[in-house]
């Protein structure tokens, strides 16, 4: 008997494959495999991101604040997954509400209407979700670095929270979804492949205005406040740069020509940038430093962020070159008017995200611009959309301005920003944390 059924066991097996045949070649066609993997990929390289900022801003306070600084992109890994998860997704790229202040989506709460989607471009959404979540996470971590050395944890936590709910997620939506109105302002929309206006401007302004509310460090300018080990922040600063590729060439949600296009510009970006801080100490200081350089990497790729997707190299190499001399003006006017943003969060992110944003546009390849006067119906012109460039600027660098003083202030009056003379004085590891980061007793 059992003969008998093996016998017809190949028969039954093709009768099997060709019933299930269709249905499984329709799920493979429906996940685009190659462009899932690299989101995968794009999406662990920005996650990277955050404990590399985390080391390229611990290096560069003193060192009885070190763990403290570190302490505020990690927990921003925690408050701003939490919030992504539950809201922040739903009100980023959900339809307009409230007059398309900011989006809504109830099947995106806790993305529990997301389970089976898969996205046009070929990837399950549950990736592009969490790919966009970890912009939501460096974001707010950013701007702690206008601020380090004197705020409460407690109150940063809070703040963040806030600021994610009512800054991030609403720009996010203006800029990246599809009813967003700075999505559809011009022939083709402001443009921002990467997080210009959405990350780094919208970051670097509120971390200018959180330093000028909250006041400079005790002690500053006067008392000697070196770094605590330039080893790491060149560490962190070199993890950044490796996780800017997911960053940026993540962001054309392919895995082609487009992908190519942003990675490569991002790689151009922040070598002329580094490139340009050298020269530019050299002939300033007469010596090119170490700080110098990161400075110079990072400018190179803030300023590429918006404009990866639509320069071609010798744009991105003019953008990165821009960047360093504008970041590095940025910086000798901060200490000539004397204000302590601690470690130029709007120096290299404000400033540099606002000249990629405005100076793309004279770098901007043909195909976009002759598919933008298409879409227009006639002609677009580089002037045209200079004037969408900058009225976007505008509106982010007005919008996180507002909003960021707003919380500033109901965060300071529920439970106090700034730190205790005290406290400030002992260190926030010790402070806020009972713990040091090298160990030791009276650390400076």
């Excluded at 996205?119 to 707010?140: C, H, L, R, W």
């Excluded at 000028?212 to 070196?226: D, E, I, Q, S």
């Excluded at 006639?378 to 509106?395: C, N, P, R």
Aim: glycine share 12%; with cysteine.
């Amino acid at each position: 008997m059992l003969k008998k059924y093996l016998g017809k066991f190949p028969s039954l097996l093709l009768i099997f494959l060709l019933i299930s045949t269709p249905s499984l070649a329709a799920d493979s066609a429906a996940i685009d495999t190659g462009t899932t993997a690299w989101m995968l990929v794009s999406t662990a390289l920005v996650l990277l991101m955050v404990p590399g900022l985390a080391m390229f801003y611990g290096g560069l306070v003193r060192t009885k604040n070190v763990l403290g600084t570190m302490m505020h992109s990690f927990a921003a890994m925690g408050i701003m997954t939490v919030l992504w998860v539950a809201v922040g997704y739903a009100m980023s790229f959900g339809p307009n509400v409230l007059g398309g202040w900011f989006g809504w989506n109830s099947d995106y709460v806790f993305l529990a209407g997301i389970d089976n989607s898969i996205m046009d471009a070929g990837v399950p959404e549950y990736v592009f979700s969490m790919f966009q979540g970890k912009f939501a996470i460096i974001t707010p971590a950013l701007i702690a670095g206008a601020f380090a050395e004197r705020v409460k944890f407690k109150s940063y936590c809070l703040f963040i929270a806030l600021w994610g709910l009512l800054v991030y997620n609403p720009l996010c939506h203006w800029v990246w979804s599809e009813g967003g109105f700075l999505f559809n302002l011009g022939a083709d929309g402001a443009i921002d492949f990467a997080g210009g206006t959405v990350v780094h401007i919208s970051a670097g302004v509120s971390g200018l205005i959180a330093a000028l509310y909250l006041g400079a460090r005790r002690g500053f300018p006067v008392t000697n406040m070196p770094p605590s080990n330039l080893v790491m922040t060149m560490i962190g600063g070199g993890l950044l740069w490796v996780g800017w590729f997911g960053f940026n060439a993540g962001s054309s949600v392919a895995s082609g020509l487009s992908t190519a296009q942003a990675l490569t510009a991002t790689q151009v970006a922040a070598a002329s940038g580094a490139i340009a801080w050298m020269l530019i100490e050299l002939w300033h200081q007469g010596k090119a430093t170490a700080l110098g350089i990161m400075s110079g990497i990072l400018a190179g790729l803030v300023a590429v962020t918006p404009a990866a997707g639509v320069v071609q190299p010798f744009g991105a190499f003019c953008l990165g070159i821009f960047a360093s001399i504008f970041c590095y003006l940025a910086i000798l006017l901060k200490n000539k008017l004397g204000y302590d943003d601690t470690l130029d969060a709007f120096g290299i992110h404000g400033v540099g995200g606002i000249v990629g944003a405005i100076l793309l546009t004279f770098f901007i390849r043909d195909s976009w611009m002759a598919n933008a006067a298409e879409l227009a119906g006639g002609s677009w012109t580089i002037w045209q959309q200079l004037g969408v460039q900058v009225v976007a600027v505008l509106i982010a660098v007005a919008y996180a301005s507002v909003l960021t003083l707003i919380l500033l202030y109901v965060v300071n009056k529920l439970v106090g920003f700034r730190s205790d003379p005290k406290e400030e004085m002992q260190g926030l590891d010790s402070a806020y944390h009972s713990e040091h980061g090298y160990g030791m007793l009276n650390p400076n």
